[in-house]
């Protein structure tokens, strides 16, 4: 009898979205109170600094700094997260204060987006940053207790707040989204359905997507989604990837769908349009070459991996 | 050229688990500020009524409930939520008040997992009890803003809750968690891994299972927590189903999980036991036939579908 796994392809889908490159060794386990103090006692240790979306870069375009950087910007132990481990060397991270003044010039400070889709860090680092950028941006979210209002305290290495008034633990959170390319037809009538969102760029034609909601399965969600955006009519779903994208804590679960309608209802207040392409049409767009300029999005983002797999079949 | 979706099986396996038969109309786009008032006019109106894990049922064995016996439990419509809409009526949910007495004998509380497992109600009333449950413990647990400290109201419909002091718009959260049978091996030497956490029943014996955390893929998730909790390197991924858990809002990402190593390393603060099953044992745990008494998670649990596509392939 065949393996389990014989014939499933060796290169992982998810493997080639943007973001998903981290390599870091969490460690999950072993996290404790004094983690991230012992781990800045370790003088390998480098941390990732951030100002909101942004990272900082140092000199040689590389975005890690040693404890004594961090110690400079006023970054206090209690206040960084341990990612996890790099080659056996703790790796960190921090959001610079406010009140800490960036000189530009020696180190600047580069949008999470921009430097995924310029390719000037590499996806190891890219992962770990998206690793970091969720978890401040919880921890700067969350410095209270929603069951009780008092202040919150960080926890076991970044990865919990507790609140001491009334002994609650808070976890970081990470919000499913699905994102989905319906498919309708065979052979040469197969067409997919993308649809364009107000302020995508000119001409940017994407997958539909929406948070998956408290209980829904993932199949459920992809056609609650289509049907609300577009007023198609979902069958059969084949989960195709998945992505971590920190705007800011999302998991995105890409599908394909099978439309088993064409009458487009667009939701207006979602879509500015959203109509059916071809395959001839769809390679275009991942290629910039279509006739009237219409486009997918970039290669890191698993809208665009939807439709080459499409394409390529 | 076939269609892309020829040969894909025509039942979905995420339609087998627990709480996955949820046919509400969530109409999510349409949720408004009056959601609840509005629909709470309409006499065709029912509820759900839980207190924390437990259903109310009515003297019929039946969930639903009318506006009228809501407000005699003092239920006010501020406390309500608009699950959607089921054959064109509204479907609401609201927390049974710690003040209120409730007359057992006449409407007994059963516990939501209990409910599922005897099969006491419809699919579809599990799934819509599951939405219910998830929302209703979020508003329960999120009185203040995590942002500032602030109390919060609730809002449209009961999916969102707004901060009036700082503007902060808080959503309701979906915890995805990772649960993956690894498989080593082929033909007759082909072996799943399995583990008891302390608290399982005596002889269950299930998946792995773990949360996903802020930049992980599904797939790196998966290889992470195999190897956490059980030392085993895992190489290529598999999705397989999907289910909402409302204990209290996880969603379930179900995957078979390619094990590249034997030698278990096991996390004793995770697992008390963890090891290898044969397909005829694993088939003998899953029929509750197995000689040592071992047994598979109920047919409810995705841990189940997990083990027992494998043992049907």
């Known amino acids: 009898m065949a393996g389990f796994f014989d014939g499933a392809p060796a290169t992982e889908a998810s493997g080639l979205v943007g973001f998903s490159g981290n390599r870091i060794d969490r460690r999950s386990e072993h996290r404790s109170a004094d983690s991230v103090a012992v781990a800045l006692r370790d003088a ?25 950087d961090a ?43 921009t430097l995924a889709s310029t390719g000037g860090v590499s996806p190891e680092h890219l992962g770990a940053l998206a690793q970091a950028r969720s978890l401040l941006f919880w921890h700067g979210r969350h410095g209270f207790c929603a069951n009780c209002g008092a202040r919150t305290e960080i926890a ?23 994102i989905m390319l319906a498919i309708h037809g065979a052979g040469i009538d197969e067409r997919v359905l993308l649809g364009r969102q107000l302020q995508f760029p000119p001409g940017m034609y994407s997958a539909l997507a ?20 577009s007023g198609i009519r979902i069958g059969r779903v084949r989960y195709h990837a998945s992505q971590p994208w920190p705007f800011p804590a ?17 939701d207006a207040t979602e879509l500015e349009d959203c109509r ?18 219409f486009k997918a999005p970039s290669p890191i983002a698993i809208a665009h991996r939807l439709v080459r797999a499409w394409v390529e079949r």
Chains 1, 2 share one sequence.
Not at 56 to 66: I, S, T, W, Y
Not at 220 to 228: H, Q
Not at 250 to 266: F, N, P, S, V, Y
């Open 210 to 229: 929406g948070f998956l909601e408290p209980g829904e399965t993932i199949e459920a969600a992809v056609r609650r989604e289509t049907l609300e955006e």
């Open 44 to 68: 390998a240790a480098r941390l990732y600094l951030l100002r909101g979306d942004k990272v900082m870069l140092a000199a040689e375009g590389q975005p890690l700094f040693g404890s004594a």
């Open 156 to 178: 076991n290495g970044g990865y919990r707040r507790d609140c001491a008034a009334c002994g609650t633990q808070h976890f970081p959170r990470t919000d499913p989204v699905v």
């Open 71 to 113: 110690t400079a910007l006023g970054i206090s132990a209690g206040k960084a997260v341990l990612l996890g481990w790099a080659d056996e060397a703790p790796r960190l991270a921090a959001a610079v204060p406010d009140a800490a003044t960036i000189d530009e010039a020696a180190t600047p400070l580069i949008d999470l987006r």
């Open 276 to 293: 059916w392409f071809s395959r001839a049409e769809a390679e275009a767009m991942l290629t910039g070459t279509h006739a009237e300029g």
């Open 250 to 266: 999302m998991l995105m679960i890409g599908c394909h769908a099978e439309a088993l309608t064409t009458d487009i209802q667009r």
